[in-house]
């Protein structure tokens, strides 16, 4: 019998699992573990192949596991969660023959080639060149970016902290918000806006900023706050958005992203209805002298539920893929 492999894409919050058979990209078995419930990846890992029913004659041989931090090291430590371990130990501790261990933004970025049209909502149009590079970017529980380029048997992946490259603000609202963030926590990156406790700290901002009151206490509730006709939670969404067409249209410039930019993560899926509402594509098209390069770029919001799961599946076996 083929044993199948292990795929996962763990986060701040959660670690996804599922099963791949070998040569083939589409996960099964996918089950999501809260991290908070594991005192680290081995543990978790074990508990999610009891769960599919593999003991230690039918548990896989070879994983590919992605993660939201730095991985190119044997010791990885999460950015957003307390996990850190040495890969060799957990190789042996799993009885793993192979290991995979990519950054969680270049499982992302490797899934776009696997994702089918309905997975895709376009919200600029562009000329995509099918062989130019591609961008991943997008806020969760931190600020994910990667990039992709073509090689000759396989698109090639780019790690990237770029999340916390230094915020910029381009108005005079912005000056002021990166006074109160710098003020908050000395050197603000992008990351500290554009992140789900993020969106929560720029709605406190501009509370702070207006002498209001805040309401909200969560980031779903400003979301919910804004839908319900906040103004002020309002003004946070929308802002929030324009930051991050900012931040990405200056991302596809630097990697020269004429293939595409896809944005990835789970709190944009849930903020489609804003993004036309917003000035995300004003902002990701005002660069200067620039402009026209990047209103060329067509960019894409990928709804795919576990995307992550898929690129894991991609890299297992794509010889680009350290």
Same mark, same amino acid.
């Given at each position: 019998?083929?044993?199948?492999?292990?795929?996962?894409?763990?986060?701040?919050?959660?670690?996804?699992?599922?099963?791949?058979?070998?040569?083939?990209h589409a996960p099964?078995?996918?089950?999501?573990?809260?991290?908070?419930?594991?005192?680290?990846?081995?543990?978790?890992?074990?508990?999610?192949?009891?769960?599919?029913?593999?003991? !230690?004659?039918?548990?896989?041989?070879? !994983?590919?596991?992605?993660?939201?931090?730095?991985?190119?090291?044997?010791?990885?430590?999460?950015?957003?969660?307390?996990?850190?371990?040495?890969?060799?130990?957990?190789?042996?501790?799993?009885?793993?023959?192979?290991?995979?261990?990519?950054?969680?933004?270049?499982?992302?970025?490797?899934?776009?080639?696997?994702?089918?049209?309905?997975?895709?909502?376009?919200?600029?149009?562009?000329?995509?060149?099918?062989?130019?590079?591609?961008?991943?970017?997008?806020?969760?529980?931190?600020?994910?970016?990667?990039?992709?380029?073509?090689?000759?048997?396989?698109?090639?992946?780019?790690?990237?902290?770029?999340?916390?490259? =230094?915020?910029?603000? =381009?108005?005079?609202?912005?000056?002021?918000?990166?006074?109160?963030?710098?003020?908050?926590?000395?050197?603000?990156?992008?990351?500290?806006?554009?992140?789900?406790?993020?969106?929560?700290?720029?709605?406190?901002?501009?509370?702070?900023?207006?002498?209001?009151?805040?309401?909200?206490?969560?980031?779903?509730?400003?979301?919910?706050?804004?839908?319900?006709?906040?103004?002020?939670?309002?003004?946070?969404?929308?802002?929030?958005?324009?930051?991050?067409?900012?931040?990405? /249209?200056?991302?596809?410039?630097?990697? /020269?992203?004429?293939?595409?930019?896809?944005?990835?993560?789970?709190?944009?899926?849930?903020?489609?209805?804003?993004?036309?509402?917003?000035?995300?594509?004003? !902002?990701?098209?005002?660069?200067?002298?620039?402009?026209?390069?990047?209103?060329a770029i067509p960019?894409?919001?990928?709804? !795919?539920?576990?995307?992550?799961?898929?690129?894991?599946?991609?890299?297992?076996?794509?010889?680009?893929?350290?």
């Amino acid at each position: 019998m083929t044993r199948p492999a292990l795929i996962g894409d763990i986060g701040g919050t959660n670690a996804r699992f599922a099963l791949v058979t070998p040569g083939e990209h589409a996960p099964r078995e996918s089950i999501a573990l809260p991290c908070a419930d594991y005192p680290g990846l081995v543990e978790a890992v074990r508990d999610y192949l009891a769960r599919v029913g593999l003991d !230690a004659d039918t548990a896989p041989r070879e !994983a590919c596991l992605a993660f939201a931090c730095p991985t190119h090291t044997d010791r990885i430590q999460l950015s957003n969660n307390p996990w850190h371990f040495s890969r060799r130990e957990v190789q042996a501790a799993l009885g793993l023959t192979r290991l995979k261990v990519i950054n969680d933004f270049i499982a992302q970025a490797l899934s776009v080639s696997h994702l089918g049209a309905d997975e895709l909502v376009e919200i600029h149009p562009g000329i995509p060149q099918p062989a130019g590079p591609r961008l991943a970017i997008g806020p969760g529980t931190g600020l994910g970016m990667a990039g992709l380029i073509p090689t000759r048997h396989a698109w090639r992946p780019l790690g990237s902290e770029g999340g916390h490259a =230094t915020f910029a603000p =381009t108005d005079e609202r912005e000056q002021n918000l990166l006074r109160h963030f710098r003020h908050r926590y000395g050197r603000v990156s992008v990351e500290r806006i554009l992140c789900g406790q993020g969106l929560l700290d720029l709605y406190l901002a501009h509370c702070s900023l207006k002498g209001a009151n805040p309401s909200c206490r969560t980031p779903p509730e400003v979301t919910a706050a804004a839908a319900g006709g906040d103004a002020i939670a309002r003004d946070t969404l929308l802002r929030f958005l324009k930051i991050l067409g900012d931040v990405c /249209g200056d991302a596809a410039l630097t990697l /020269g992203a004429r293939g595409g930019v896809y944005l990835c993560g789970g709190i944009l899926p849930r903020l489609l209805e804003w993004l036309p509402q917003s000035r995300f594509v004003e !902002a990701f098209t005002a660069k200067g002298r620039m402009s026209d390069y990047n209103r060329a770029i067509p960019v894409r919001v990928v709804t !795919a539920p576990w995307p992550g799961l898929l690129g894991a599946a991609e890299a297992l076996h794509n010889e680009e893929v350290e």
